[in-house]
């Protein structure tokens, strides 16, 4: 396979709007309604040591992504099994993400329309991008995020008059615990998800790279979502949680004199790209997975019934939006558990003692 | 629809197994035929409205029997 390269700074963008993608428009938090915002600064706290984990992984093979790394810490046998894990993580990922993207066109913009339709449309602009590559995403990525931050500086200036400051309080009024779940829910979705970058970020340049653009995407993500997250609770108070999509309903609200209103589209904007990038990301390492399992000359030979799998089993994963956001925040956080916090740091401890063992050697 | 996904998935087989047949890549070759036959499959099912069942429902219900509602 030919070996691909992005720098630091289209990593860093890449890391952005995976975290930002689906969880500005689904929301964090779980049901912690007006501590939604502490929940989002519990839940970055609780990432920080598994960062630390990922990018010290990263780190000890320079170069090398998930699968290389899997084979050489745990072994053939036992690699192969944590891979074929990882491959289906990704690819459930790529496809809850898909869904998600689904039921927002349904709901909001295309009733009528077939579900399967609007999965497909994007289903396959995700899989031209990961035929194109890594290197070509980092780049797009790069150019989009400046209108992407334009706009959510813009819609947030611009939703000043219907914030509600005091909806903020009674500030820990559901308790302590209610708030750490809400934490845990927001650590795992989408803090945590960043796990699935080991398999792409063997493409940095250089070896500080992984430490670096973990801390600052992460910084700047969670800056986002937290700043997002107290403009929806402040514009929607304890009715947040009723909606599918509360940054839609509460930019919705936005009416500046009698023409600047309906600005909905802007969140739109946000959401459309960040689940493209998230289930680019998802399918690139499923393919990258699979290429590895098989020996493959290159992984963009699978790319195609790959992504098609992906679309199918995005319209079949749910059966209603109740269910998808039942997943997302109730059984989600335990179903990831394992990839996100178990696994990883398996591998870190098995990848420490291989390091360790080779420079003894040496 | 049944016959969209017909015409779709042919001109899919030209496209990518045809030139990886001609570059003798037997491993990108049958990797790519197994999991072609298998997205086929799923995609005549749908055609046909069939139900097709989602890992989902066990996973949701086993974490619910650990971790409780």
Not at chain 1, 29 to 45: L, P, Y
Not at chain 1, 74 to 99: D, E, M, S, T
Not at chain 1, 123 to 132: E, H, K, P, Q, S
């Amino acid at each position: 396979m030919q070996k691909e390269q992005i720098t630091d700074k289209e990593a860093i963008c890449l890391l952005i709007v995976f975290v930002i993608g689906s969880s500005l428009i689904v929301g964090v938090g779980g049901e912690v309604n007006n501590d939604a915002w502490i929940a989002g600064i519990v839940g970055c706290i609780m990432a920080i040591p598994m960062l630390l984990v990922f990018s010290r992984i990263l780190s000890l093979f320079q170069g090398k992504d998930l699968f290389d790394i899997l084979n050489i810490a745990l072994g053939k046998v036992i690699g192969r099994i944590v891979a074929i894990i990882y491959i289906w993580y990704a690819f459930h990922l790529g496809a809850l993400v898909l869904r998600n993207f689904g039921e927002f066109i349904k709901i909001v913009a295309m009733p009528e329309t077939p579900m399967f339709v609007s999965l497909l449309c994007l289903g396959l602009v995700c899989i031209i991008a990961v035929r194109l590559g890594i290197e070509v995403l980092g780049r797009t990525t790069t150019y989009f995020l400046p209108i992407l931050f334009f706009t959510l500086v813009v819609v947030e200036l611009l939703a000043i008059p219907q914030l509600h400051l005091d909806y903020i309080k009674p500030i820990l009024g559901n308790g302590l615990i209610s708030v750490l779940k809400g934490g845990f829910s927001t650590f795992s979705f989408p803090f945590a998800e960043t796990v699935l970058f080991i398999g792409v970020f063997g493409s940095l340049k250089t070896k500080k790279s992984p430490f670096k653009v973990y801390y600052w995407g992460i910084l700047i993500s969670a800056i986002i979502i937290i700043i997002t997250t107290i403009r929806n609770i402040a514009v929607l108070g304890n009715m947040m949680d009723s909606f599918y999509f509360p940054s839609y309903a509460a930019v919705g609200r936005i009416k500046i004199g009698d023409f600047l209103e309906r600005i909905e589209v802007s969140v739109a904007i946000v959401f459309v790209f960040g689940v493209f990038v998230k289930s680019s990301i998802c399918l690139l390492v499923a393919c990258k997975g699979i290429g590895k399992m098989f020996n493959l000359k290159d992984y963009r030979s699978i790319v195609i019934q790959t992504g098609l799998l992906m679309i199918y089993f995005s319209y079949t994963v749910f059966d209603n939006s109740m269910e998808m956001k039942y997943w997302a925040f109730k059984v989600y956080p335990f179903y990831a558990f394992p990839f996100q916090v178990i696994l990883p740091i398996i591998i870190w401890i098995s990848a420490e003692i291989k390091a360790r063992k080779n420079k003894m050697t040496i | 629809m049944f016959i969209l996904a017909i015409i779709g998935y042919t001109f899919l087989a030209i496209y990518e197994f045809i030139p990886l047949y001609k570059q003798k890549l037997w491993h990108d070759f049958w990797a790519n035929a197994v999991l072609g036959i298998s997205s086929f499959t799923i995609a005549i099912l749908l055609c046909l409205n069939v139900e097709i069942p989602s890992p989902e429902k066990p996973i949701r219900e086993l974490i619910i029997s650990i971790f409780g509602k």
